[in-house]
């Protein structure tokens, strides 16, 4: 047999590989940003509730809405557009989660004083840490490759 001078070339070429649904790394990232913000919540929550004799209901009230929106609703926002596979979401929690982290050595106060409070600085910063990790690392960073994930 002769080949044909006129056939296209031909080359071997790789399956390429697209997601079957989302990576269990970005579901389990997904949930510990959200123990995060409630563990961070409820220490908050309760932190403020101690502090009720020094100030009157409302004022407590004004800074308890106040932190949840500053606190609490960009993250939550992050770990949804995370978990729809944005790129600019992991990396935009990798940098406030770094700020969060280096921060405390730069400003005093920030730092929690009790022991209570520490504990829960640490759990935070741990699971933000495991999370932002799991988004970087293994499958789950294939999540976030332009056009190849499935939601």
Same mark, same amino acid.
């Given at each position: 047999?002769?080949?044909?001078?006129?056939?296209?070339?031909? +080359?071997?070429?790789?399956?390429?590989? $697209?997601? !079957?649904?989302?990576? +269990? !790394?970005?579901?389990?990232?997904?949930?510990?940003?959200?123990?995060?913000?409630?563990?961070?919540? +409820?220490?908050?929550?309760?932190?403020?509730?101690?502090?009720?004799?020094?100030?009157?209901?409302?004022?407590?009230?004004a800074g308890?809405?106040?932190?949840?929106?500053?606190?609490?609703?960009?993250p939550l926002?992050? +770990?949804?557009? $995370?978990?729809?596979?944005?790129?600019?979401?992991?990396?935009?929690?990798?940098?406030?989660?770094?700020?969060?982290?280096?921060?405390?050595?730069?400003?005093?106060?920030?730092?929690?004083?009790?022991?209570?409070? &520490?504990?829960?600085?640490?759990?935070?910063?741990?699971? !933000? $840490?495991?999370?932002?990790?799991?988004?970087?690392?293994?499958?789950? &960073?294939?999540?976030?490759?332009?056009?190849?994930?499935?939601?």
């Amino acid at each position: 047999m002769t080949t044909n001078p006129y056939a296209p070339p031909c +080359a071997p070429v790789a399956d390429v590989f $697209i997601p !079957q649904g989302k990576p +269990a !790394q970005i579901v389990l990232a997904v949930r510990l940003i959200w123990a995060s913000l409630a563990v961070g919540s +409820a220490y908050f929550v309760a932190a403020s509730l101690m502090t009720r004799d020094v100030l009157s209901v409302g004022p407590l009230i004004a800074g308890l809405l106040l932190g949840f929106s500053i606190g609490v609703l960009p993250p939550l926002f992050l +770990a949804y557009k $995370i978990d729809q596979g944005r790129n600019w979401a992991r990396i935009t929690l990798l940098v406030l989660v770094g700020v969060g982290l280096i921060l405390p050595f730069f400003v005093a106060g920030i730092v929690p004083t009790t022991l209570s409070g &520490r504990v829960v600085f640490g759990l935070e910063s741990l699971m !933000q $840490i495991t999370a932002i990790a799991l988004t970087f690392i293994g499958p789950g &960073r294939h999540w976030f490759q332009h056009g190849t994930h499935v939601t």
